[in-house]
């Protein structure tokens, strides 16, 4: 064949399959232009270029709730300056007139008619026996979630509202002593003008009765099923104080510090798109999953405090009380200062003071954990101090700092709070005019497990169950039934390589011991959905260790360590149906997350 019919041919054919051509092209295109879009949207703001500790620490507004009412509260979205820059500006300073900030958009909460609702939210300011009624208002756009889903793990109704552009919440006070109702049960999630709500939701207005045993650092976050990990991260989140007489007493008499040397801290990890928007992963690498995927844990590269990236704060050379939160989605934090001089005096965990301060070089909070500490400053006067994390996973020049303290403030004419920081003495000063004594058990013990299983996707499944029942998912039959009225011994066998911080609603409990133990979770029976575990061979180990004089307190969040049974005792008090989860937030979403029910006859 001649080079003449050749191309002759080619050409009838090039022309033949042309349109053709032109439209795989054209899809080429605007799939390579998606991806392109997507990478771009994807591409990370590194950390390193950021400039740390010039920002000042922002205090959250505070709502006086201590003589009752009813609150509105919005729930919206904002633009809002987390400490973000894209350059310092022409002078190449960070700090100045000229820096090019990167705002961000958050979500969160906000007292109706206020100018825009704020990341963290407003600090609610309650006193004990003092009752409140709260309307937590959904006012998010009518755009779906800001993250991508997994729908793999959401139920059919959460997914439907999604679909429809639509964004179920449901907040929770955490730590709060509240009837059912107004709990912030994961079901009983509603939507933007309660136009779709779950399966246990009941009512608008939420009641507390502020009845806590004592005066505690509580704090306040949404709770939606298998999605909070995503609406806690975009911001939705803040403090809830509950005063008491003895706590008042305590700042009138000068013993505690108040007013500005009392400052709120909720500490957070996150993570940022080159233009400064929130990014949290979408995906796992499992093969044959769904895509978006729930991820195993989330660790960011940015450390937040109050909303702001690295902050420093101002004092003067006196004691400050810090209400200090961990509000990450996993990560913990083992918090010093730089200056081994310099350290936290504990006066009260996560349900109440202490009977009298704890002296602590290093401070460890886990997801869901608060404290409530003095730092001393007095005579610091010139001086500088960085709060630093040493958990496993913080790198040093980022996340393992937290924020910086500057002792430049001069002196006010309020006196000095007189709670005792000196250790020859052995720390006297009393907070609590009785001792921290357990209560006596009237019902039953219950032996629960911590599983790690495997889903049908190979991912990595966190449970709760017990030693009889073995390994059981959220939605299985309720296996917890106390009795109204009774106090109850629960043991947490942790069976996992990995610590699991264990938060009970409704109640507060006292660690009573902590004890090794031998044994292996067995996968016993296999059907299509799982595999179910259980704690076979299991055997104690040495003797029960009482907990250390810093976890004495009243508590609602309980540490479990690997190979360890941690035993507490609470009193179920209120009727209805209640949570108890790991606060690893990815490990609540997806599986970690049992029911239990409180009933007048079990």
């Known amino acids: 064949m001649t080079s003449k019919l050749l191309l002759s041919k080619w050409s009838r054919n090039f022309k033949l399959y042309l349109p053709f051509v032109f439209i795989v092209t054209l899809l080429a295109g605007i799939i390579f232009s998606k991806f392109s879009i997507s990478m771009a949207a994807d591409s990370r703001l590194d950390p390193r270029t950021q400039p740390k500790f010039i920002n000042s620490l922002p205090s959250p507004a505070r709502i006086d709730a201590t003589k009752g009412g009813h609150f509105d509260v919005d729930m919206g979205e904002t633009k809002q300056w987390l400490g973000l820059y894209s350059s310092p500006g022409a002078d190449g300073i960070y700090g100045t007139d000229d820096d090019a900030r990167l705002n961000t958009k958050v979500w969160g909460y906000g007292l109706k008619g206020q100018k825009a609702v704020t990341y963290p939210g407003s600090t609610f300011v309650a006193r004990k026996d003092v009752p409140i009624e709260v ?6 756009p009518k755009t779906g979630h800001i993250f991508p889903v997994d729908k793999s793990i959401i139920t059919k109704s959460v997914e439907n509202a999604l679909q429809k552009e639509l964004v ?6 955490h730590g709060g002593h509240t009837e059912w109702t107004s709990d912030g049960y994961s079901e009983a999630w509603f939507t933007q003008d309660f136009s779709q709500t779950g399966t246990s939701w009941l009512k608008k207005n939420y009641s507390y009765a502020n009845d806590n045993r004592r005066a505690a650092t509580l704090w306040y ?23 008491d007489n003895n706590e008042i007493n305590l700042i009138n008499r000068n013993i505690l510090p108040s007013g500005n040397h009392e400052k709120e801290l909720i500490i957070q990890d996150r993570d940022f798109t080159a233009k400064g928007q929130l990014y949290y992963p979408p995906g ?18 940015f450390i937040l405090v109050n909303g702001m990236a690295w902050p420093k704060l101002a004092v003067e050379p006196r004691k ?11 990560r913990f934090y083992n918090l010093n200062f730089n200056d081994s001089k310099e350290k936290f005096y504990e006066i009260g965990t996560e349900q109440g003071l202490l009977e009298k301060p704890v002296v602590l070089e290093n401070l460890v909070l886990a997801p869901g954990e608060r404290a409530d500490v003095i730092v001393d400053f007095t005579g610091d006067s010139g001086k500088e101090f960085i709060i630093r994390n040493f958990d496993d996973k913080a790198d040093s020049e980022l996340t393992g700092q937290i924020m910086k303290i500057v002792v430049d403030q001069p002196l006010s004419n309020v006196p000095n709070a007189t709670v005792d920081t000196n250790e020859s003495d052995g720390l006297t000063t009393r907070l609590l005019p009785d001792k921290i004594i357990p209560p006596a058990q009237t019902g039953l013990t219950r032996q629960l497990v911590l599983f790690e299983n495997k889903d049908e996707f190979g991912r990595k499944l966190l449970e709760q169950g017990t030693l009889a029942d073995g390994s059981l998912r ?6 917890e039934k106390p009795k109204l009225g009774t106090t109850e011994v629960w043991e947490l066998y942790n069976t996992t390589q990995e610590p699991h ?5 409704l109640v507060s409990f006292l660690i009573l011991n902590r004890q090794n133990f031998a044994g292996s979770a067995v996968p016993i029976i296999k059907d299509p959905r799982k595999t179910k575990l259980f704690l076979q ?7 029960p260790e009482p907990p250390p004089l810093y976890e004495k307190g009243w508590k609602d969040t309980v540490v479990v360590n690997p190979g360890e049974v941690v035993r507490i005792i609470a009193t179920f008090d209120k009727p209805g149906n209640y949570l108890w989860h790991c606060h690893i937030l990815e490990h609540e979403d997806f599986d970690m997350m049992r029911r239990f029910q409180v009933v007048a006859t079990p």
């Open 501 to 505: 911080p264990i938060h009970l609603h």
């Open 320 to 330: 400050y009380r810090l209400r200090l939160a961990n509000g990450s989605n996993s």
């Open 221 to 243: 976050h949404d709770h939606i099923l298998s999605n909070n990990r995503l609406s806690l991260y975009a911001g939705l989140a803040g403090f809830y104080l509950l005063r």
């Open 135 to 140: 309307l937590w208002d959904n006012k998010l």
């Open 537 to 543: 061979n299991a055997g104690l180990i040495g003797n």
């Open 168 to 173: 179920p919440t449901v907040t929770h006070v």
């Open 474 to 479: 959220y939605d299985e039959p309720t296996t």
């Open 284 to 301: 796992s690498n499992y093969p044959n999953t769904s895509y978006p995927s729930v991820v195993p844990n989330f660790y960011g590269d």
